[in-house]
DNA sequence: CGCCTCTTTGAGCTCAATCAAGGTGTGTGG
DNA sequence: CCACACACCTTGATTGAGCTCAAAGAGGCG
């Protein structure tokens, strides 16, 4: 497929995300200009933390986690980007954008890849965009303020906080109730700041007690009730 | 003094502030429409949580902490604004807006409280001023993106750092140490979801070892060096 | 003077980190 | 095709940082 027709398909894809919601085809193609489709394999890095920010973009398919290195050569994983995410976006405007995280592909995924200046003379020019962008910014920055008065609630409690939010995210419907992303137990261990083992032993007990399920790192959620009552029994 | 008066003086404490910088007095003037001068008590909110947000504005003097109440009734700090911070700014924009936080004076504390209907005709209307907001967004951001990544260290780490943040904030000049705001040991704790009594127990050590200095919940750093050195030694 | 906030120190306990060891599934190169 | 590395999951035992509880002193304020 010509990077073109490629193109033009990914612009289908977009025009159905939130960010791009009500918005005329003409203002999207815009909005994309000089757009590139990128496939990431599993494990595989989109950016690097520290690395010269030249692009941003949308998620298409698949996840993308955002980490951050921690002084001890481990990772703490800011955020997992899901379909329809932007990434990256606000960075743009700053003089020499270094990226902040990096972003590594959960199982193969693909991204809208956007340039630095589409950002400068499309994004930046539009009023819509520039609102839901911000929009999009502050609603991150009540999730950071949730993980915070979490800090001293037990681990149970966090783990079922990281649940809930990842399905209130994409899942509108209450009947299906699979995380929409492949999960490790690592991964959320390196999401709360715990240790794999603590995480694995939270949710083993959970499993045994039928409210979860995980097969393939696909974690389905059988009893909601019980983890809200988890996350509201907060001592 | 009259309401305009006291405005006229606050617009020339205000035009020296870094998101005011190199704009008109006539921008500025505009920018600052409506604006109100409030003088907050020590202790005192200047607006609570859930609330809903009619205000936002710029802090003129003293400093407040932006706080959270936690399910089992005790709060945690999310952010200390100090002069020249703009406060609640980007929630305005949403439909109907509630402060996320609620903002406590430390200390006698004055701000200019601009109406919902000045962010919408004024700030939104200003390319520099939206770029603004979206840098100051992005370096919040960081920042709890940085808290993030210190969960697994030491408490004294994460004191350290949040000594650090504050210094670094403000204080451009490296030869006076003293953090700008009273900050009791209870809301060092606040802020890193730690007791009181841990905080305690590992200033009274760097006040032992000289390290810092405290007299009148005003915090002295004395051996910058050391404090850098527990950041970075975080094994 | 009594109340309130803040600081301090001590003692015991708990949750989760760390260390250790073993199991499974997948991809890879000889 | 097999062996080996690697990523991930699991369970058990030990340990320690920091929480909780308790008690008390010091300054500020009405």
Redesign the interface.
């Known amino acids: 497929m010509s990077k073109e027709s490629s193109l033009k398909a990914a612009l289908g894809e977009v025009s159905n995300f939130p960010i791009f919601a009500n918005l005329k085809m003409s203002e999207i193609e815009a909005l994309c200009a000089m757009g590139e489709i990128t496939v990431t394999p599993h494990r595989q890095a989109l950016f690097s933390f520290g690395h010269n920010a030249n692009f941003f973009g949308i998620v298409l398919s698949g996840a993308y986690k955002l980490a951050?290195p921690?002084?001890?050569g481990t990772e703490?994983i800011?955020y997992f980007s899901t379909p329809g995410d932007v990434v990256a976006a606000?960075?743009m405007?700053?003089p020499e954008p270094k990226y902040?995280?990096s972003a590594i592909a959960m199982g193969t995924s693909r991204f809208l890849k956007l340039p630095k200046s589409t950002y400068l003379n499309a994004w930046?020019k539009n009023?819509d965009i520039?609102?839901r962008?911000?929009?999009l910014?502050?609603t991150?920055?009540?999730q950071?303020?949730n993980?915070?008065?979490l800090?001293?609630?037990t681990l149970s409690t966090k783990v079922a906080s990281l649940i809930l939010d990842i399905l209130q995210k994409t899942n509108s419907q209450d009947d299906d109730l699979v995380l929409p992303l492949p999960l490790t137990r690592k991964e959320i261990a390196d999401s709360?700041?715990a240790s794999v083992e603590a995480v694995i032993r939270v949710m083993s007990d959970w499993s045994k007690s039928g409210i979860i399920e995980t097969k393939d790192h696909q974690i389905k959620v059988l009893k909601l009730d019980k983890i809200i009552e988890l996350i509201?029994s907060?001592?």
């Open positions: 951050k921690t002084p001890n703490t800011i606000f960075i405007p700053q902040p995280v930046m009023p520039i609102l962008i911000q929009n910014l502050s991150r920055v009540a950071l303020h993980y915070k008065v800090t001293k609630s709360l700041g509201n907060a001592t």
